[in-house]
């Protein structure tokens, strides 16, 4: 079981590590804007082979153009290394 | 524009073609289990087709195996025959 990141440190690994995403609560949180549907489903299919590979998962909400992904340690009961790393992949799909 | 079907054109509608979607307001509702994560994204590509091929995009919300999908057309202002048939149509996935 990961260890639980308090939210402190969560923020600090945040900016850190530059992170395009947001802690809400225990969930750290992605809105991305894609070039219509067909650009948002795009990225969700890339983020979708990031989680399987982590077997790690993000929520995902697709708005037309727009995605945004909820990640959280629900096993562990709250945000972990588990997530913070699958969120640096994500960033890095640009 | 379509026209505005009332909430009881929509329930008769749904009940008539035997659809597998809830009216929640002006929105129709599918939850959708499948077999893990790669089903539930395997559904969605298959419904993103559907949508892209009717111009019509409902909400998608993933939950590693559960996809829940809302329809309501925006730009009418609420329920229309638009949905119903996109609604129709993602039932015959399967």
Partial sequence: ?????GPDAVD???AERGL??????????KVAKRD?????????NRVGAL???AD????????????????????AGGLTEKDLGL???IDGLG
């Fill in 56 to 75: 790690h998962h993000p929520d995902i909400d697709i708005r037309w153009d727009t995605v945004t992904l909820r990640l959280s340690t629900h096993s």
């Fill in 12 to 14: 600090a690994a945040i």
């Fill in 87 to 89: 969120a640096a992949e």
């Fill in 36 to 44: 219509r549907f067909a650009g948002a489903l795009e990225f969700v």
């Fill in 1 to 5: 079981m990961p260890e639980v990141l």
């Fill in 20 to 29: 395009a995403w947001s802690r809400e609560g225990d969930e750290l949180v």
């Fill in 51 to 53: 989680a399987e590979a």
